[in-house]
């Protein structure tokens, strides 16, 4: 039955009502109610529902716009500098002007440029002459040290030859004297009431034989000495056929050398010890004739004895001077020797002085030579290539220092940009990597190249990174901005990123799903969890447990649970 059939039905009056009729009616009734509640229902439920926009996921790539302020520095500096204490008689250069080179930078002031070129000059003159007279001095004390030195050999030649001769002739004498001794004791002896003379001759022949051996060693103490002496003769020969050049130092130094060979070492203190030896045996020798006479003498006559004892005596002290010549002559020898190697001493080492001793001359001259070429270039200081001024130290009417007056950037060598980046900008760029550069004056370079990318040593989450620009670029200023575009790989889902929520650490979105109930076809949101795998500014690539038709909730107009049903509006 229809329900405005059943509304409109009508019993007959005339009949009696039935519980069927009234059943009828109530169920009726119901009907409609429950018609009245759902109407009311959904139109309560569409004032509180959420309204969403949607889209679906696409596939394509993340683009990543990189950009960073920086500085450009030159690769390299020109520090200008002029003579010091200088008056400036203007500053034609300002940071920040580009100059060619030639360029007027500075204008010396001419009057005191010309003051102190003079000035410059004079001590110039002051410090040749007194290098020269200096090097005149130090010759002339070099003739009057080789002159002395000459001297002191000849002086050591003649002391050795004076300390021979004295001992030659103390030989003689005590020759004479030995002879003398004997030719009046041999003449006389018949005066001696016959005296047996066997024991007076042994005696006799015993000191003759020690006084010969003793002449002997002494003798060839002489000939080791000439021997040794030789030997250094015929080493200085051979080093003077051989062309070099010998000073009597140099020979005295090969004498010393030759001296102290151990083989002639051994010589002569074998030589010596024999002397000694034989010195000893003589002069024992000589005491027992002495002692052996003088008991004799005491039975001879007075006149024979006291002669003879005359003659002794004088032999005895002729011996003396003899032994004295010989202790003289090593005496004078050692003395001389010392003498000799006091003249030989080396000057003393003066090494800083000697490396120091033209510095003085040389810095006049170069201050001279500055200054005449300052003076040569009419007072102007000029850019010595075309570059930047970056540095300006000096101010008109002041004087010049020895510090750097102007400083320019070198051109020809290039620029450098240096920035830093982000962790998370630096991690999408590489060496080589092609960028732009934005010079801030209308001027932008294409195609430059990332000459190094590294991590920064003050911040580890830093990275430092340059960039080479060639000299043909023009109109550098000192900063600019650096622009790249970097493409990611392809993707197979990208949503925009207002279709992405966060929770802590985590991100996830709301997916579209409808729902068949009894109420119909119903639109709910599911939450799923996604992983961000590359993002920008706009959009992000993701992955998370979806379809690849699934629709994505991009806005909504209340904040939504999972599982709230929504109300789509549009899709996009």
Known sequence: MKLKQLMDFEMDKDKKSSLQVKAIKALAGFLILMFLLTILSRAADSLTIAKVTASAATGGVISHNIETDGNITPNKDIAISTSADIKIASVEATEGKTVKKGDVLIQLDLDDLKTKLLKAQKDLAVAQATASDKKANKAIEADNKARSLERSYEDYNQTISDADDAVSKAKDNMSEAWKAYNDYKKNNNNNSDDTDTTVSDSLQKTVEEKQEAYDKAVDELDGVEKHIEAEVQDEIKSEKEKGVKLSLADEQKIRERVNAYQENVSLLKNANDKVDKAKDALSEAENALSAYNEQQNNNSSASYDEQLKAL???????????????????????????????????????????????????????????????????????????????????????????????????????????????????????????????????????????????????????????????????????????????????????????????????????????????????????????????KNNEQAAIDGTFSWDQKFVLTSSKTLRDGDRVRLLEEQ
């Open 312 to 534: 002794y005596d004088d032999y005895k002290s002729k011996e003396e001077a003899y032994d004295e010549a010989i202790k003289q002559r090593k005496s004078t020898i050692q003395s001389a020797d010392r003498s000799l190697e006091d003249a030989n001493t080396p000057e003393s080492v003066d090494t800083a002085s000697a490396l120091t001793e033209n510095d003085d001359l040389q810095e006049k001259q170069l201050a001279v030579d500055k200054l005449q070429k300052v003076m040569d270039a009419g007072g102007k200081v000029t850019a010595p290539s075309d570059g930047l001024v970056t540095k300006v130290n000096v101010t008109t009417g002041e004087a010049t220092t020895e510090d750097t007056a102007i400083r320019i950037s070198d051109q020809s060598a290039g620029y450098k940009f240096t920035a830093t980046l982000d962790k998370s900008d630096a991690k999408f760029l590489a060496k080589d990597d092609k960028v732009t550069l934005d010079l801030g004056n209308g001027t932008s370079v294409e195609g430059l190249k990332i000459q190094s990318i590294d991590v920064s040593q003050e911040d580890k989450n830093s990275y430092e990174l340059t960039v080479s620009i060639p000299a043909k670029v023009k109109k550098i200023g000192t900063i600019a901005t650096l622009k790249v575009e970097k493409a990611s790989k392809k993707y197979d889902t990208c949503v925009p990123l207002t279709a992405l929520h966060s929770d802590g650490d985590k991100y996830y979105v709301y997916v579209i799903n409808e729902k068949d109930t009894i109420l119909g076809t119903e639109t709910a949101v599911d939450k799923v969890q996604v992983e961000i795998l590359d």
